[in-house]
Every structure is written in C-alpha cells, then in structure tokens.
C-alpha cells in the first residue's frame, strides 16, 4: 500500500435500524465512481470508508478528484504510510500519515490503521503472497472473471454425489468453483458444499450453487471457522451423520 483515502460518513451516521442499508448503498456508489480509474478495495471501519489502490495502474489522482463529487460524505483525508519502525505500528498493521486533506478533519498527525482483513483471523496472518491471492480473488468477482482450472473431471457422469470444498473469499466461493460448476453438467446430481471462512458462514456461497445448478440438489454443508479448526473431527462426523452420508 502507497497510499489510501479515508472516507468520512456524513449523515448515515445518524441513521437507524437501516444504518447498513444506507452504508452499503454508499459503498456500492463509491466503488462505481471509483470503476473508471482502476482496481480499489473498497471497504468500512468505524463510521469512515477506506479507498485503497490495488495495484500500480491506478490512477490515483482521477480517483481522488472524484472522490470530491459523491454525496454523503463529510470529509476526504488522503494517507501515506508510514515506516514500519514508526512507535505507533505496534498496535496497528501501519500507520498512516495524512498529507492532503478535504472538508472538517481532526488534524491528527498520524492515524493508526488496521486493516479490514486483519479483524479475521483467517486474514490477519497471511503472508504477503497469500494477501496478494486473496486481493486476487476480488478483482475476479468484480470482473465475473473464470480462472481457467490446473485440470478437470472427465468422468463426471460417473459420480451422483460431489463434495465441493472451498474458502469464503468476498462472500462466496473462489471464482475458480464457478469455471468447475459451469463446465460440467451437474443435472440430476447432489452437491455437497463445505467451506472455511473468517466470519460470514457459507455467505452467498449456497445461493450461488443452486444459481450455476439449478437441476441439482445441494444439501445442508459444513462450514467452520480456522480458529475452530481442532473441533472439526467432532464436527464434521455430526455433520454427516444429519446429511445421512455415512456408512
């Protein structure tokens, strides 16, 4: 990360029962305003929305220019990071210097920052390679992108159940799951879906199965947490023994 936007909420602040609705409706109308200049992580964290380039092709100013004209917002606080050794990066991932600033700030010389990825805990500790798959992953949903697969079935019509394995990555499975249910013909067959995640369950996961197979049936899965991961033989025997698949 070079740098970051910091997005302050107006008004949506003080809604509420439908607080979340509003806020993902700003969200959804930042990341479109952000669509025309390159690949932004887009996400919320106490009442401020983060903006953060995905790669070197951004164009940072447009986006930044832009960033001035969607409504809702009350203040845009523009970041740099700050060194690593920086006495403030104890506590937080990095911590961010502001250096160019839009509307009522608090005038803070530094910001510390935790990342949205960091609160999970299947997030908070992956590796820089494994973060930059993870970021991947999300250029590919935003792109409806189908990742061509290492290898594939080519007996498939000789299986009538199929258990189908997968991390949760931006509320659903990988982009990769929906290249393998869309080349194959899953009529008349039984999915099993079972998955890890850091906080949201099976998320849009099952929805989406049934979308790519609708001729299919999908049972009830299994899904658990990594910091759940000693529990799973417990678990997962229970799980099989309600879905009727074992011996």
Known sequence: ??????????EVVLKGANKRQFEGRL?????????????????????TVYVEPLDEETDVEGAWEACHAIFGLVSLCRCRPADSQH????H???????????GPCDGTDTIPHRRRYAQNQNCGSLS??????????GRQLRADYRPELASRVDNMESYSIIFLGYPIWWHTMP??????LESCDFTGKTIVPFCTHGS?????SPRDIRTLCPQTTVLEGYHTRN???????RDVSGWLQRIGMTA
Request: glycine fraction near 8%; charge should be positive.
């Open 175 to 180: 982009m990769a799951c929906w290249t393998f």
């Open 227 to 233: 910091a759940h991961a000693g529990r799973m033989p």
């Open 1 to 10: 990360m070079k740098e970051i936007f910091l997005l302050k909420l107006g």
């Open 200 to 204: 949201d369950g099976f998320a849009n």
């Open 27 to 47: 969200r959804q109308n930042i990341r479109r305003r952000m669509k025309p200049y390159g690949n932004f992580d887009v996400y919320l964290m106490q009442s």
């Open 87 to 90: 006495p403030g990066a104890k």
């Open 92 to 102: 937080a991932d990095c911590v961010l210097f502001p250096y160019r600033q839009h």
């Open 128 to 137: 820089r390679r494994a973060r930059s798959v993870f970021r991947a992953g």
